[in-house]
């Protein structure tokens, strides 16, 4: 069977990688806060000047995050004797996506962090089934997804170098709660000679999550991202986790570009219907802070 739950072509998670994509404020030990490197800059005073730029920690910063995740699909979808395997490649599915909007929310103020993410897609395929191809499927799906967070911010500090590094060497771990909100609908249609079989399915469910998050700056304007995440535990999906990094190129102080790599696996079973799928891919991301 083609196509099924592609999931999260466009999504989440994303939370996006970072903690709350926000311009660095001073670290826990004390030292200079790191803004980052303007674009284009080319003197030493340009560079520190921005380095040095103060934190203020009693306002709201809140990003903005436009994102694109080129996911691939493997797994069992379908319901009691009409379930399949699932097996497509990103570029096999792209041409059926009819619409799509993935963003990403973040603010933060001090040490905390709330995060929201919207995440829509419609798909509709038509592909034959079986080595001879004698029945078709007609397949129709949209889906939703919302997740809510508020993450802490429990280490920021130099692992190594100090304020007047920048970003280098500044690490930052935090660990976050939430819930992941999915609504699923699907159409079947299968077709041969003998005449069709329609089915349809609409489900939702929410997942409680738990995770772990985090920087280190690699250079003044390079940093690598790292999250990971468990949920699920039977409240909605039986199990659901994910893992994903990247590297985070603040191209300026309120300007972001990342490109990374996500795995999400979903097991989700409700009255015979299942969806059993791991998706996994590089993903995009844009992120503007205000």
């Not at 103060?54 to 709201?60: E, I, S, V």
């Amino acid at each position: 069977m083609h196509h099924h739950g592609l999931m999260c072509v466009f999504m989440v998670g994303l939370a996006a990688v970072s903690l709350g994509c926000r311009t660095p404020q001073s670290a826990g030990s004390g030292a200079s806060s790191a803004a980052a490197e303007p674009a284009g800059s080319s003197t030493a005073e340009t560079e520190k000047a921005a380095d040095l730029l103060p934190a203020d920690d009693d306002r709201w910063e809140v990003s903005l995050t436009p994102f694109m995740w080129m996911s691939s699909i493997e797994g069992t979808v379908g319901k009691g004797g009409l379930q399949a395997p699932v097996d497509e490649d990103f570029s096999d599915i792209f041409d059926d996506i009819e619409g799509s909007v993935a963003l990403h929310l973040a603010a933060t103020k001090g040490d905390w962090i709330v995060l929201g993410e919207f995440a829509y897609y419609d798909l509709s395929a038509s592909d034959p089934l079986g080595p001879l191809g004698l029945v078709t499927l007609d397949y129709d799906e949209h889906k939703v997804d919302v997740e809510l967070a508020l993450a802490y911010r429990v280490l920021d500090d130099y692992l190594w170098g100090s304020g007047d590094s920048g970003r280098a060497g500044r690490g930052q771990l935090g660990v976050q709660g939430g819930g992941r909100y999915t609504n699923l609908d699907q159409d079947f249609k299968f077709k041969s000679a003998l005449g069709s079989i329609k089915t349809s399915e609409s489900e939702s469910w929410v997942d409680p999550v738990v995770g772990l998050r985090g920087t280190l700056g690699l250079t003044k304007a390079l940093e690598l991202d790292l999250r990971g995440d468990v949920g699920g535990f039977g409240v909605g999906s039986d199990l659901t986790w994910t893992a994903q990094g990247a590297l985070a190129w603040w191209v300026a102080r309120r300007a972001t570009l990342r490109v990374g790599y996500r795995h999400r696996s979903i097991d989700y079973e409700s009255g015979g219907f299942v969806y059993d799928v791991d998706l996994f891919g590089p993903f995009f991301a844009f992120t503007f802070t205000f």
